[in-house]
């Protein structure tokens, strides 16, 4: 059926589980599939996740194999080595681009019609892989980019200015990373400007404010993952909202990783930005104007990335 809404996830470990039981929570899944090289592994997850679908909406859930993606609206890729403590997710790339070259092809053979979703890290480079490989519109290979990131700033953000974070919009853009930019111009609560809202606030918070909560986003990943061994619940929500963007058409703004042919000065590589995401993927970039810093750090945080995809042969 063209409206079924099935979900392919291609590996069991912490994120894809952890992915699978947010989205069955949500509703938003008529069939989810784990597809694992661990069939056991796989098989034993599922029964699980199906002992809790009476608190659940329906749905149906069962292990599989690649063929599975023949009639997927979305493969969501999390397979590959996971990220060590004091690693950095450049330094998985070797390993991980030849696993996405066996999984991106696979997929496609079966399936050329679905959008795949890219999580594994280096998402960004792998994003770029991924593209190259399947051969798909730029729209349908979507990386999860920096939406976890974005998070992160806003929930930092809320904390430290004392709001909802529901109220806090605010982006990180380009590398999923050590490189990725905190986007200030565009950072308001409640529709009020940042620069506005420091202004009138009794608390006067200023550039090392600022600092401090931009170098929280880009290390929280690290302190998580020496405190526990891997991140997983909040990724884990952030590809739901995803998934749901692109099953409900929902033309929702989300800075997916996705390539760039000009936008923001940049050529030729895959980033998160700001990106209309709806049915047909990520369907437009909003090329929002920068001032000059944020611009350059977001070309630098660019070149970074297309160094690695150069190294790897892309």
Known sequence: ?????KVVVIGAGAVGVTFAYALQISGEADEIVLVDLDRKRAE???????????????????????DECRDARIVVVTAGAKQKPGQTRLELVQTNVGICR???TRIVERNPSATILMVSNPVDVLTYVALKVSGLPKSRVIGSGTVLDSARFRYLL?????VDSRNVHAYILGEHGDSEVAAWSLTHIAGIQMDDCCRVCPRQCGLVERAGIVEQVKNSAYHIIDAKGFTNYAVGLAMVRIVQAVLRNENSI??????????FGIEDVCLGVPTVVNANGADMIFDA????????????????IRQIIRQVGF
């Open 1 to 5: 059926m063209a409206d079924h809404r």
């Open 44 to 66: 034993g997850e599922v029964m699980d996740l199906n002992h809790g679908l009476p608190f659940t909406p329906p749905v149906v859930i069962k292990a599989g194999d690649f």
């Open 102 to 104: 066996e999984v991106v």
């Open 158 to 162: 809320s904390r430290h200015c004392r």
């Open 254 to 263: 989300l800075t997916v990783s996705t390539f760039l042919g000009g936008e």
């Open 289 to 304: 104007p920068l001032p000059d810093g944020e611009r350059k750090a977001l070309q630098a945080s660019a070149d970074c």
